[in-house]
Protein backbone atom coordinates (compact mmCIF):
# COMPACT_ATOMS: atom_id res chain seq x y z
CA UNK A 1 0.00 0.00 0.00
CA UNK A 2 1.32 3.43 -1.18
CA UNK A 3 1.45 5.83 2.06
CA UNK A 4 3.08 8.99 2.52
CA UNK A 5 2.88 9.93 6.73
CA UNK A 6 3.87 13.42 7.92
CA UNK A 7 5.26 14.10 11.56
CA UNK A 8 7.08 16.71 13.35
CA UNK A 9 4.45 19.05 13.85
CA UNK A 10 3.14 20.81 17.44
CA UNK A 11 3.01 23.74 19.16
CA UNK A 12 6.11 26.50 18.71
CA UNK A 13 5.90 29.68 20.36
CA UNK A 14 6.89 32.78 17.43
CA UNK A 15 10.59 32.95 16.10
CA UNK A 16 10.78 29.16 17.10
CA UNK A 17 11.60 26.33 14.34
CA UNK A 18 9.94 22.81 13.93
CA UNK A 19 11.61 20.07 11.66
CA UNK A 20 8.58 18.22 9.91
CA UNK A 21 9.18 14.62 7.94
CA UNK A 22 6.92 13.06 5.32
CA UNK A 23 8.43 9.57 5.25
CA UNK A 24 7.14 7.06 2.40
CA UNK A 25 5.91 3.19 3.02
CA UNK A 26 5.45 1.34 -0.31
CA UNK A 27 7.09 3.04 -3.06
CA UNK A 28 10.17 5.16 -3.37
CA UNK A 29 10.53 8.53 -2.77
CA UNK A 30 13.61 8.79 -5.10
CA UNK A 31 11.78 9.07 -8.63
CA UNK A 32 9.18 11.97 -7.45
CA UNK A 33 8.95 15.29 -6.79
CA UNK A 34 7.60 15.88 -3.21
CA UNK A 35 5.13 19.06 -2.66
CA UNK A 36 4.53 20.66 0.78
CA UNK A 37 1.35 22.28 1.20
CA UNK A 38 -0.63 23.69 4.29
CA UNK A 39 -4.51 24.65 5.27
CA UNK A 40 -5.33 26.97 7.56
CA UNK A 41 -8.75 27.13 8.81
CA UNK A 42 -10.89 29.11 6.21
CA UNK A 43 -8.49 29.16 3.93
CA UNK A 44 -7.55 27.19 0.85
CA UNK A 45 -4.97 24.88 0.70
CA UNK A 46 -1.50 26.14 -0.50
CA UNK A 47 1.57 24.88 -1.91
CA UNK A 48 4.56 26.19 0.31
CA UNK A 49 7.29 23.90 -1.14
CA UNK A 50 8.39 21.94 -3.67
CA UNK A 51 11.93 19.60 -4.41
CA UNK A 52 12.39 18.23 -7.52
CA UNK A 53 13.14 14.20 -7.49
CA UNK A 54 16.84 14.21 -7.82
CA UNK A 55 17.07 17.37 -5.02
CA UNK A 56 18.45 19.78 -7.29
CA UNK A 57 15.33 22.30 -7.69
CA UNK A 58 13.62 23.58 -5.03
CA UNK A 59 10.28 26.50 -4.50
CA UNK A 60 8.94 28.11 -2.13
CA UNK A 61 6.12 30.51 -1.53
CA UNK A 62 6.92 33.79 -1.01
CA UNK A 63 5.80 34.46 2.84
CA UNK A 64 8.61 31.21 3.77
CA UNK A 65 11.36 31.96 1.46
CA UNK A 66 14.36 32.51 3.50
CA UNK A 67 12.83 31.09 6.57
CA UNK A 68 11.75 27.35 5.13
CA UNK A 69 14.36 24.44 3.75
CA UNK A 70 12.84 22.04 1.61
CA UNK A 71 15.49 18.84 1.75
CA UNK A 72 15.34 15.30 0.78
CA UNK A 73 17.34 12.07 2.00
CA UNK A 74 16.57 9.45 -0.83
CA UNK A 75 18.39 6.72 0.95
CA UNK A 76 16.17 7.21 4.23
CA UNK A 77 13.00 7.56 1.74
CA UNK A 78 12.49 10.85 3.79
CA UNK A 79 11.84 14.41 3.17
CA UNK A 80 12.06 17.51 5.32
CA UNK A 81 10.82 20.28 5.97
CA UNK A 82 12.66 22.85 8.10
CA UNK A 83 11.09 25.99 9.46
CA UNK A 84 13.14 28.45 11.35
CA UNK A 85 11.50 32.14 12.25
CA UNK A 86 7.47 30.29 12.76
CA UNK A 87 4.79 33.18 12.58
CA UNK A 88 1.80 32.86 13.73
CA UNK A 89 0.51 33.06 10.02
CA UNK A 90 2.39 29.86 9.50
CA UNK A 91 -0.69 28.03 11.79
CA UNK A 92 -1.95 25.72 9.61
CA UNK A 93 -2.24 21.51 8.79
CA UNK A 94 0.88 20.84 6.81
CA UNK A 95 0.99 18.09 3.74
CA UNK A 96 3.37 16.43 1.84
CA UNK A 97 2.50 14.94 -1.25
CA UNK A 98 4.44 12.97 -4.45
CA UNK A 99 3.78 14.06 -8.36
CA UNK A 100 5.81 11.92 -11.08
CA UNK A 101 7.29 14.68 -12.17
CA UNK A 102 10.05 15.17 -14.89
CA UNK A 103 13.27 15.16 -13.19
CA UNK A 104 14.94 18.21 -11.68
CA UNK A 105 11.19 19.76 -11.90
CA UNK A 106 8.78 20.99 -9.64
CA UNK A 107 4.82 22.27 -8.78
CA UNK A 108 3.12 24.33 -7.20
CA UNK A 109 -0.28 22.86 -8.98
CA UNK A 110 -2.40 19.88 -6.39
CA UNK A 111 -3.43 18.41 -9.29
CA UNK A 112 -0.02 17.20 -10.15
CA UNK A 113 0.32 15.04 -6.99
CA UNK A 114 -1.58 12.13 -6.74
CA UNK A 115 -0.41 10.78 -3.37
CA UNK A 116 -0.84 12.69 -0.89
CA UNK A 117 -0.39 12.22 3.52
CA UNK A 118 -2.56 12.57 6.11
CA UNK A 119 -1.35 15.81 7.41
CA UNK A 120 0.12 17.01 10.65
CA UNK A 121 -0.81 20.32 12.52
CA UNK A 122 1.44 23.36 13.31
CA UNK A 123 0.30 25.91 15.15
CA UNK A 124 2.53 28.95 16.01
CA UNK A 125 0.83 30.93 19.42
CA UNK A 126 2.28 32.41 22.34
Known amino acids: QLQLVESGGGLVQPGGSLRLSCVAS????????IGWFRQAPGKEREGVSC????????TYLDSVKGRFTNARDNAKNTVYLQMNSLKPDDTAVYYC???????????????????WGQGTQVTVSL
Open 97 to 115: AAAPLPRGTCSNWEDDYGS
Open 51 to 58: ISSSGSST
Open 26 to 33: GFTLGNLA
